[in-house]
Structures are given as structure tokens and as C-alpha cells.
């Protein structure tokens, strides 16, 4: 007991410290409504995302989660660390995401799932200067915005075994979340001119609905495939409804492939129609819909505790779904990850990093990802 | 792996992770914004009201009878003749000698009032006079001090004193002499009241303040002996008090001293509202800006022009501060001169402008922050959008500034209203 108490407080204090989440607006990738974070567990991010179709901890495919074991708690970690190139002079931020989070249970043929995810990350703070002709004279001023949250993912699945070669799965999705911008424009007390400041709740609400299944046509090969299909969503502005779109519609399909005893190679072509979004936004924002193509693969790697790690790597290229001065954004991404079994597979750490290249407008971005997820099979 | 290898690599792997996030922290997007940082720029346009407001006068008379601080004193030639009068409606009549009981004062001796004099930056003149004169006349109105111009006659000065430059030290108290017989008169009358005019006399121009009456202040004071036993301790700091006006209660108080402002120029002249001078001048300016400049912009700047006009006479070089009032008077107060009083400290929302009366030229008062709150008021609200103007020697100096106003006959020096505003916008949706 006085161990156990240990490591909650453990777990409570590492929590504590972990640092909140900043980052700048002023990156390629959190244009518009945010950074699509991909809705990827770390173990799929390690093999670039190409499992995601049939991984149950990636909230894409609601068939997937019958892959998971009796009960399962998984929970994602994932700082990013960026350097964006900006006319000759680098800029560095961060961001860090709680991106996923799922229980899932298993009864009979059936396997329930509830989770949250992150579908648009937009949180970000930015510092600049500039001057504004205001009466004839160049006044300098300086601005600080910022905007915290998230457009989450609150997903209840279910999935179903028809048989040992098909799974099939539902799911239905609420999407919710809020974005608290704080814009503030100051001048220099000797200017006599008066500063703006103006804080913002933007509240989002949509619902949609998942289908998905997974096909197992001989040992070694599986295949999934998702589709999400979305319901309306609205933007409201302190309440008051400013926009509406839809949310929008994902179609998914992945290739797992045991080519050799102990290896696996991974693909997935992943479509989002971002565009259904468009209501949302002003016109001056661009929103492209995204394709994404990965290709991974999840090596044996040596056993620890008796339970065979995973070594994992990938590569992946999309198209994100805001653009630069209406120019779309790619990026591409090398992936590495380890997974760790713990507790003679009643435990699970996987850890992933990523490279990531973003181009778009003229600019150039690169970003680290460290992803740590933890799943436990209680 | 056990569940203790679990709870190890758990604790190890979260600290870390908080690490990583830990130390690298940066906000400053620097070069990366506004480029990157899209829908956070502002249009700005400018616009020009005129006329900047609907009314503009000088409502004279400030500050009100008896609430003048300090007193002035000012004998300028035949440009400025300035008298002060201080009540001493109360006076003690009854003393107790030693070893003995109470007794009436039957006899007065060695009277003088002490007033703090001081020159306030106005040269002093090699020889002055201050006297003081017995004004007393319960007969009179107590609010026309004007009334009280005849009984500045030498039949009735109960004291005075000469002072050399010499010997006079800035700020100084200064007594005094009353004439015994006099006081003896009026101490042993109980029905006599002591009502003394001060005026200051020279062959040149003369101007001094003195600190008027405040509770346990510095203020006038008397004291006489009672008995020529100078074991008897004299009456001495004998404050000033009022019996009049009966009615309205309490109003009495404000009667202990006040102004009397016999000659001094006038500054008022068409076309133009004046703020300073003698009596003080309060320019009162009322706003009726248009509903979408505090409704549906964001002001940024919002600049009041107006051009001043010199002003010619005494003190005309002298700076002054030119204060800004928010009126906070409703609509129910139609008496300008009294909404004129009912208004907030200085410098609310508005800059204070620096003036020298000669001057002349284009005086920007900064009101934004004043617009702003305008706009934030119930469009409902009784209280009309109207500013006040006064100076900081209001009562207490000839120093006086002047505007063109809006029915000045140039329009290109009527007042008028610059502002740069920029449309109203919700910042963060992309």
C-alpha cells in the first residue's frame, strides 16, 4: 500500500510538471482552425501512422478496437518542438498535446470503446511589433495574441467480430471544443492613442458518424478500411452562432502485411475533406482538403520480460488542411518508435519520434515529435 | 516484466517527457508574424468632426463664493483690484480671571489678526500695505460680495501694516494690527459681529494669496487680551466662523471667507469661451458624438483641436494648467453653472494641457480614453457626453485662456474632432 501510494503521487507530480502548452501562431502548421494533430496513437506514429487503420488505440477505425485486449487504457503524450524559417531568421516554438485518450472493453464479440482525441490543435501565442499610420503620424505598437484549445474528437465505439477474418465497427462522434483567443494591441503611453484588447470564446459543435472494418483474408495480411462520415458542426462566438459547416468527411484505407516472420510492413491512404469546414471560417481563411500516404514498418525487436519489443519506423507525407497566403502546406515526416511491453503484456509504453518538413508560402518548417503513449490491460 | 518494472518505467517515463516539454518554452514568433499570423491586422481609417461638439460657453463664477483656495490679495493699477473678507461672526465675549469666576470681556487690548501671506511668483514691491477693515453689515446679502465695496473706506479700517520687501519672508504670518477701542466696541457688544475686509495696498502693482480658512488649518485667526493683568491669557487663535446666510442649512460655513473681485479684465468675447481669470471662468463643452463612433468602432485616438486665442492683460505669460472634467451631471441639472460643478477629478480620460495665456495656436486635448467610456455608457442614460474645463489658479489668478468657438466666425479655427478609428472586428476567427 505505501508503494502503491508512492507511485500515484509519483504520477501526480510528473503531471503537475509538465509544462502547459505554448506555441506560436506564427508557424505553417497551425494555420486556421489548427494543426491536425492526425489522431494517431504513438505506437501507430512510430510506423508513420501506416497502421492506424487497424491499430485500436488510433481512434480512426471504430473496427480496430476489437483488436485490444479485454480491457485496455491507453494515453498519449506528444511534445512538438519546431523551428520555422521565416525570410533567412529561424523562430523556434513548442507545443505540447495530450492527443489521445481511450478505454476500451470487451464483451463476448463485442468491444466498446470511449475516447477523446485531438482532432485541431490550435494553441499558440505570439509577440511581435510593428508601426500603424494612425492621424498621419507611424505609431509603433505591440501585439500579443494568443489562443488556447482544442477541436476534440469525444468518440463511443463499438466494434464487432463476425468472424476470425472480419471485424466491423461503429462509431459515433461528437465534436466539441473551444478556442479562447486574447488579442491585444498596445501603444506607447506618449502616443495618446488607445490600445485594443478583446478576449474570444469560440466554441465548436458537430456530431458524425464512423464505420470501419478490418479483414483478415489469410495469417499475415490485414486489411481496414474507415470511412467518417460528417454531420453539421457550428462555430460559435461567446455564444452566439458565427459559422456553420460540416464536420469533415474521412476515408481510410490500410494494408498490414507480415512480408517476414518478424516483420511487418504498414501502408495507409488516408483522405479528409477539410473543405466541409469552409462555413466556419472567414473568407479570408484557405482550406484545402488532405491527402495522406504512409508507409511503415514494425520490426520484432529484442524480448524484454519475456515479451518481444517492437522497433518501429515510417514515412509519411499529407497535405494540411490551411494554407499560407492560399498556398497549401505538406508535410513530410520520418517516424522512429520503440514499443515497450511491460508487465508481461499488461502494460505498454511506446514511444515514437518524428521528423517532420512542412513547406508552404515560401516558408519552411521542421518539427520534432516526441510521442510517449501508455496503455494498460488491467 | 512485472508490475513493479510497470511502475518504474511509468515514473521514469513521465518526468522525462515532462523534461522535454519543460525547457523550451518560447513565445516571441519574431519574424514569423504578421506574415504567419493572418486576420490580426487592423485597418485604421481617419475622420474629421465638425462641429466637434454641440455647445460651448464660459459659465463665470468659480470657484463658488467662499470655496476659493488660496485668497487673493491684488491691487494692479486700474486692471485689477481683488479684496478678501473673513468672518468672525463668533467671537469670545466671556473670560474667567484667575481666582475668579466667569466674567464678560470688558476690556479688549493688543488685537491683531494673523493671516499667512505669500507672493506666489508675483514680485513684491518695496513698500506695501495690508489692511483690514471693518465691513461688517449683516444687513447685506451674503452672496454679493460686491455689496461690501463701500465699506472699504478709511472710516472703517480697524488696522493695518506696512511691509518692506526687506523684511518680508515668502509665506509668512503676518499680524495685524486692530484697533483696541474698536475691538473693545465690538467684543463687549454681544449683538456685534467682526466682519474684516482685507485689502493690500503700493504705489506699485501688488498681488499676494493668503491661506484661507480650513478646520486645524493655517488659516486667519485674531487674538486680543482681555485684562491688563498679563497673567490672564489672551484670546489667541480665534478661528474665523459664520452665522449667515440661516437658510440654506449648513451653508453658513462656506460664508467664513471668500473673494471679492472688485476690478479685473474681462476675457469674454464672441466667438470664443474662456476658461480662468477673475471671477473664474469655466468653459463647459457639450459632446453629441455621432451613435457609430461609440457603438460599432474601436477609437484609437481621438484628439480635440481647438485654437486658442491670446489673451492680453494681467498674468498673461504665466503658465497654466488647463483641467479637464467629465460632467457627471444629468440632464435634470439644467443650471450649467451648477452641472459645471458636478464632475469628476481632473485628468480622467483626458490629458491636462500646459497654456500661456499670450500664446495662441492649435491645443490638442487627448479623448480617446473619454470616447471610449461615452460609448460604453447606456445610450439611455440621462448624463449628457460633456466635458468641463477650468484652470488650476481658478479664483486665484488673472491668468485666463480662450478659444474660438463654434460659431466663431473663421471656421477654419472652430474646434473640431480628429479621430482614427478602426471598424469593429472579432480577432481569432481564422
Known amino acids: ?58 481512434p480512426i477505425n471504430p473496427a480496430a478496437i476489437t483488436q485490444n485486449a479485454r480491457y485496455n487504457i491507453s494515453v498519449q503524450f506528444q511534445p512538438e518542438f519546431r523551428r520555422t524559417s521565416v525570410g533567412g531568421q529561424d523562430i523556434n516554438s513548442a507545443v505540447m498535446r495530450f492527443p489521445t485518450f481511450q478505454a476500451t472493453g470487451t464483451f463476448r464479440r463485442f468491444t466498446g470503446a470511449v475516447g477523446v482525441s ?31 484549445g482544442a477541436l476534440s474528437d469525444v468518440r463511443a465505439a463499438v466494434g464487432y467480430v463476425l468472424n476470425k477474418h472480419v471485424q466491423v465497427g461503429l462509431g459515433l462522434h461528437g465534436l466539441a471544443g473551444e478556442n479562447r483567443t486574447e488579442f491585444n494591441r498596445v501603444f506607447p503611453d506618449t502616443a495618446g492613442v488607445g490600445g485594443i484588447s478583446q478576449s474570444t470564446a469560440f466554441g465548436f459543435a458537430g456530431t458524425a458518424l464512423s ?37 469533415p468527411t474521412r476515408v481510410g484505407v490500410g494494408m498490414n502485411w507480415l ?60 497535405t494540411l488542411p490551411f494554407g499560407v497566403n492560399g498556398d497549401q502546406v505538406r508535410e513530410r515526416a520520418f517516424t522512429f518508435g520503440l514499443g515497450l511491453p511491460l508487465g508481461r503484456s499488461r502494460g505498454q509504453v511506446d514511444i515514437a519520434a518524428q521528423r517532420a518538413l512542412r513547406t508552404g508560402g515560401g516558408i519552411d518548417e521542421r518539427g520534432w515529435f516526441v510521442s510517449v503513449g501508455f496503455g494498460i490491460r488491467p | 516484466m512485472s508490475w ?94 484667575r481666582g475668579d469666576t466667569l466674567q464678560p470681556i470688558t476690556a479688549v487690548d493688543s488685537a491683531f489678526l494673523t493671516v499667512r501671506l505669500y507672493r506666489n511668483g508675483f514680485p513684491v514691491p518695496d513698500q506695501f500695505f495690508l489692511e483690514a477693515y471693518d465691513v461688517t453689515d449683516t444687513t447685506l446679502v451674503d452672496s454679493l460680495p460686491l455689496a461690501l465695496v463701500p465699506l472699504f473706506v478709511p472710516a472703517r479700517l480697524i488696522g493695518a501694516i506696512r511691509i518692506d520687501s526687506a523684511s518680508y519672508s515668502d509665506s509668512s504670518r503676518v499680524r495685524i494690527p486692530l484697533d483696541s477701542a474698536i475691538m473693545r466696541q465690538i467684543v463687549t457688544n454681544p449683538q456685534r459681529r467682526l466682519r474684516i475686509g482685507l485689502k493690500v495696498r503700493s504705489s506699485v502693482s501688488v498681488q499676494f494669496k493668503i491661506t484661507p480658512y480650513s478646520p486645524g488649518g493655517d488659516g486667519p485667526s485674531i487674538a486680543y487680551r482681555v485684562s491688563t ?52 471662468a469655466r ?75 499670450r500664446d495662441s ?16 455608457i447606456d445610450s439611455t442614460s440621462s448624463v449628457p457626453s460633456a466635458i468641463v474645463f477650468r484652470t488650476d489658479t481658478e479664483g486665484s489668478s488673472p491668468a485666463a485662456v480662450r478659444f474660438f468657438a463654434i460659431d466663431a466666425a473663421d471656421p477654419a479655427v472652430r474646434p473640431r474632432l480628429r479621430v482614427s478609428y478602426t471598424p469593429s472586428k472579432i480577432f481569432g476567427r481564422p
Open chain 2, 283 to 357: 468653459g463647459y463643452l457639450r459632446f453629441n458624438l455621432p451613435r457609430w463612433l461609440t457603438d460599432s468602432v474601436a477609437v484609437l485616438r481621438a484628439r480635440l483641436e481647438l485654437t486658442q486665442d491670446p489673451v492680453r492683460g494681467p498674468s498673461d505669460t504665466d503658465t497654466l494648467r488647463l483641467l479637464t472634467h467629465l460632467v457627471v451631471a444629468n440632464n435634470t441639472v439644467t443650471d450649467l453653472r451648477r452641472a459645471a460643478t458636478l464632475i469628476t477629478a481632473s485628468g480622467l480620460f483626458t490629458n491636462t494641457m500646459r497654456l500661456v495665456p
Open chain 2, 229 to 280: 493683568d498679563t497673567t490672564v491669557p489672551r484670546v489667541a487663535g480665534l478661528e474665523p466662523s459664520s452665522a449667515t446666510p440661516r437658510t440654506p442649512v449648513f451653508v453658513a460655513g462656506d460664508f467664513v471667507d471668500y473673494s471679492v473681485v472688485v476690478v479685473a479684465p474681462n476675457v469674454l468675447t464672441p466667438g470664443t469661451f474662456s476658461v480662468g481669470g477673475l471671477p473664474g
Open chain 1, 259 to 318: 512480408a517476414i516472420p518478424g516483420a511487418a510492413i504498414s501502408a495507409r491512404v488516408d483522405r479528409t475533406l477539410w473543405t466541409q469546414m469552409e462555413g466556419l471560417g472567414t473568407n479570408a481563411v484557405s482550406i484545402f482538403d488532405a491527402t495522406e500516404l504512409a508507409l511503415g514498418t514494425d520490426i520484432l525487436g529484442p524480448k524484454l520480460g519475456g515479451t518481444n519489443s517492437l522497433v518501429r519506423a515510417g514515412v509519411r507525407t499529407r
Open chain 1, 1 to 58: 500500500m505505501p508503494r502503491l501510494f508512492h507511485v500515484r503521487r509519483g504520477l501526480v507530480l510528473a503531471w503537475l510538471l509538465a509544462p502547459s502548452a505554448l506555441s506560436a501562431q506564427g508557424s505553417i502548421g497551425s494555420q486556421g482552425f489548427g494543426y491536425p494533430a492526425g489522431q494517431l496513437s504513438a505506437g501507430a506514429l512510430g510506423a508513420a501512422g501506416a497502421g492506424a487503420e487497424s491499430d485500436p488505440n488510433s
Open chain 2, 361 to 376: 495656436g492649435v491645443r490638442v486635448l487627448e479623448m480617446n480614453a473619454l470616447v471610449r467610456q461615452w460609448g460604453l
Open chain 2, 4 to 97: 513493479r518494472s510497470l511502475r518504474r518505467w511509468t515514473l521514469l517515463a513521465l518526468p522525462l517527457a515532462a523534461a522535454i516539454g519543460a525547457c523550451t518554452e518560447q513565445l516571441d514568433t519574431g519574424a514569423s508574424c504578421p506574415l504567419l499570423c493572418p486576420g490580426q491586422e487592423i485597418v485604421i481609417r481617419d475622420t474629421v468632426i465638425e462641429p466637434a461638439y454641440v455647445l460651448d460657453t464660459s459659465l463665470v463664477g468659480y470657484p463658488i463664493q467662499g470655496l476659493e483656495f488660496p485668497l487673493l490679495l491684488a491691487a494692479r493699477g486700474d486692471t485689477m483690484d481683488v479684496r478678501a473678507v473673513v468672518r468672525f461672526d463668533t467671537l469670545q465675549r466671556f473670560f474667567t480671571p
Open chain 1, 118 to 148: 485531438t482532432l485541431l490543435d490550435r494553441t499558440w501565442v505570439n509577440r511581435y511589433s510593428d508601426s500603424l499610420l494612425i492621424g498621419g503620424s507611424w505609431i509603433p505598437s505591440e501585439i500579443q495574441t494568443s489562443s488556447a
Open chain 1, 211 to 247: 464505420l470501419g472494418v478490418v479483414t483478415i483474408p489469410r495469417d499475415g495480411l490485414v486489411f481496414a478500411a474507415s470511412l467518417r462520415t460528417g454531420g453539421s458542426m457550428t462555430l460559435e462566438e461567446n455564444r452566439a452562432e458565427v459559422g456553420r459547416g460540416r464536420v
